[in-house]
């Protein structure tokens, strides 16, 4: 009796110690009134995007000073997105898991414990055999290292998707960006015509009430006048839509401090001459081709035997023994072809998709360089040959009109043409301005090395660290 109790006694001791090393659940409710009060606090003045500026700034990314006091730039908008975007919280977050996979991947399995209790029918002293054993598994078929390779594969293929979806967010921001000044420009540019047609409409009045205008002719003004204002109602309309677009894609609210400063920047030539190799996407796949190779070399792994080895001890009729308890699986009937013939398929798509994405990558920039080209040449005509002249028509038509010589419809007609010259001028800006964002998009950011890592955020703040 004493020596079971003392077995007990052990055997008590023996599980709260291993129980004591279990991680305990602790629960988390949702606070949706707690995330909406942060979310109303973002601002471009957060102290989480003007740290990230200068992390983003020492790591090598040309980017400009970030300074939101006198406006937000396209570049700095950027910055904003890669701290608050809601996408890229999720990306960073997945990656998270990935990586939590890879921190304890590869470890041995938890030995087990086992017993048997058998009782003798026949009248004996000692009626129960009891039999307990421990069993260990013994990895000599070396896929707990190939494991570990593989998670690690998949952390690095998972950080590069993270960067590539900044990549792919700074992309959208600069194409609702370019949206946002079109219209916004547009706007401007007819208030201009509105302004200038303002004079003009009472000027041509005064003409026809003196009988040296028809008086058809400054009606046509008035009408004019009329549309244009209606033209312009209807810009400020998208302007406005595309500029909560853009906050939506930086991750502030709709009452959160914003003063943008649009423009629509020219490309330079700083591109020219780059391969694909730099691509983000191409990167990602060849990372997630490395992930299938390893994962095809753990299944090869599976199909050789781990021994299991482990201590044995039983009483019968009050006498003890002790021995160890041996097993081995033997690959003759399963042999994890499944597993294999699965993951050889996975590695060949893998292969597929990096070969086929490379085709469509240099097909897709050879498409943006041959329309950037295209404008380019278009912009410098409207720009340089067509605008002057009809600038040159409209100054003569008015000086005829004022000195009541006529030509009122020459006159109107001359500032319509100008005015959809320059609305014209603004949108091939921003066509080849999409052009080369699209051509800079598909070569990746020329910066970024392979052993760089992209930028991850807290769970609950969305800040950023480098």
């Known amino acids: 009796m004493q020596i079971s109790i003392i077995r007990g006694s052990l055997t008590l001791v023996g599980l709260s110690v291993v129980l004591s090393g279990c991680q305990r659940y602790q ?31 020492d790591s090598g990314d040309p980017v400009s000073e970030y300074d939101p006091s006198d406006g937000i730039t396209c570049a700095e908008a950027e910055l904003i997105a890669l701290v608050f975007n809601p996408e890229l919280r999720l990306a ?43 069993a260990f598994t013994i990895p000599i078929s070396g896929r707990l290292e190939v494991e570990k390779s593989r998670a690690d594969a998949a952390l690095r293929a998972e950080l590069t998707r993270v960067a590539e979806d900044e990549w792919r967010v700074r992309h959208e921001v600069r194409q609702i960006w370019l949206a946002w000044s079109a219209a916004l420009l547009r706007a401007q540019e007819t208030s201009r015509l509105i302004e200038s047609m303002g004079g003009l409409t009472d000027s041509t009045t005064r003409l026809a009430e003196a009988g040296e205008l028809p008086r058809t002719e400054a009606a046509l003004f008035v009408i004019e006048r009329s549309q244009r204002q209606q033209e312009r109602t209807r810009l400020e309309g998208e302007a406005a839509v595309a500029e909560q677009r853009l906050r939506m894609l930086l991750g502030l609210s709709p009452s959160a401090p914003l003063e ?93 998709a990096f ?65 959809d010259t320059k609305l014209n001028i603004i949108d091939l800006r921003r066509e080849l301005a999409l052009a080369a964002a699209e051509e800079h998009f598909l070569l990746g950011p020329e910066w970024q090395t392979t052993e760089s890592t992209p930028a991850s955020a807290d769970a609950n703040e969305g800040e950023v660290t480098q």
Request: charged share 25%; aromatic share 4%.
């Open 355 to 419: 070969e086929t994405t490379a085709e469509q990558l240099e097909g897709s920039l050879a498409v943006a360089r041959a329309e950037s080209r295209m404008l380019r040449a278009e912009y410098e005509e409207l720009a340089s040959v067509i605008g002057p002249m009809i600038d040159r028509q409209v100054s003569d038509a008015t000086r005829l009109v004022e000195l009541g010589e006529g030509g009122g419809l020459v006159l109107l007609e001359s500032l319509i043409r100008s005015h």
């Open 27 to 57: 629960p988390r409710s949702l606070d949706p009134e707690e995330h909406r009060a942060r979310w109303l606090e973002r601002s471009p003045q957060s102290a989480g995007v003007v740290e990230f500026a200068q992390q983003l700034a």
């Open 92 to 134: 960073r977050l997945r990656a998270g898991v990935t990586a939590a996979t890879a921190e304890h991947a590869g470890l041995w399995d938890d030995p087990e414990f086992s017993i048997d209790f058998l009782r003798i029918t026949e009248s004996v002293s000692t009626p129960w055999v009891i039999t307990p054993g421990l």
């Open 260 to 352: 943008l400063l649009p423009s629509i920047d020219l490309p330079n030539d700083s591109v020219e001459g780059r391969e694909i190799a730099s691509s983000l996407e191409l990167r990602q796949l060849r990372e997630e081709y490395e992930v299938a190779e390893h994962a095809l070399h753990r299944e090869i792994r599976k199909q050789y035997p781990d021994l299991t080895i482990g201590p044995l001890y039983e009483t019968d009729q009050g006498q003890s023994r002790i021995g160890f308890l041996g097993a081995i699986p033997l690959p003759i009937l399963n042999a994890n072809r499944q597993g294999i013939a699965e993951a050889t398929a996975e590695r060949e798509l893998a292969h597929a």
